[in-house]
């Protein structure tokens, strides 16, 4: 079954700081890999997906994520963090067979001014 | 942009009672889904409904829980006889098809609370 982990259940950074959300992974065959953000208050914004191709994927708001096949790894991050990217993150896979996504337990991200 | 919009955004209902969440999809949106997420855990899927039918449904989904697209617009969940456990957050989301790499789009959700 289809899989993703994320370690951390909440990461502070000071804004103007590079952040990073961790995300594993563990998948039959080739992985699709998103990434969700949730506002508080609201539902859950797609941020960006890996399907195949660059490993380093762009998304909104300034967003990246980088495909670590070695280290079965799909790590948000942004080089300078807002005190509005405080979210809670979702990562992300689709079942190979329903394309139901199975998300990961969330992390919090608090940016600090 | 166009979003998906879910009423009402809090519920408030006693256990044994029947409750009607509604949701409102993206207009050229084909695919539907319901998911909850209780307090502090994770999104769980319930249901995905496409061409007027169920496509899956979790193990979660039984049969105190139903699905209709009323209209051309609006997408229900019915749950028949709430127990204390189904207080959660309500989530529905739609897509324009539904493969690998599609992502789908969420509403702000409706919180369930059964006293």
């Known amino acids: 079954a289809q899989s993703v982990a994320q370690p951390e259940d909440q990461v502070n950074v000071a804004e103007g700081n590079p952040l990073t959300v961790k995300c594993t992974y563990s998948v039959s065959g080739n992985p699709y890999l998103f990434w969700y953000v949730q506002y508080p208050n609201r539902g859950l914004q797609f941020l960006l997906k890996?399907?195949?191709?660059?490993?380093l994927v762009k998304g909104s708001y300034g967003f990246e994520a980088e495909f670590n096949k070695s280290q079965t790894s799909f790590h948000l991050k942004k080089p300078s963090a807002l005190v509005s990217d405080s979210a809670l993150y979702f990562c992300a896979v689709p079942d190979r067979r329903s394309y139901i996504p199975t998300f990961g337990r969330g992390t919090s991200l608090i940016v600090h001014p | 942009e166009p979003e998906v919009t879910q009423t009402p955004s809090h519920q408030v209902t006693q256990m044994g009672q029947e409750v009607i969440l509604r949701c409102v999809p993206i207009s050229n949106h084909l695919y539907f889904y319901w998911y909850r997420q209780i307090l502090g855990q994770k999104v769980e899927f319930l249901v995905s409904f496409y061409n007027n039918e169920i496509s899956e449904k979790s193990e979660i989904f039984d049969d105190q829980f139903s699905v209709e697209r009323p209209d051309g617009s609006n997408f229900t969940l019915k749950i028949r006889s709430t127990k204390l456990e189904d207080s959660a957050m309500y989530f529905c989301?739609?897509?324009?098809?539904?493969?690998?790499?599609?992502?789908?789009?969420f509403g702000p959700g409706t919180r369930l609370t059964v006293t």
């Open positions: 890996y399907i195949t191709g660059d490993n």
């Open positions: 989301a739609s897509s324009e098809s539904a493969g690998l790499s599609d992502e789908q789009y």
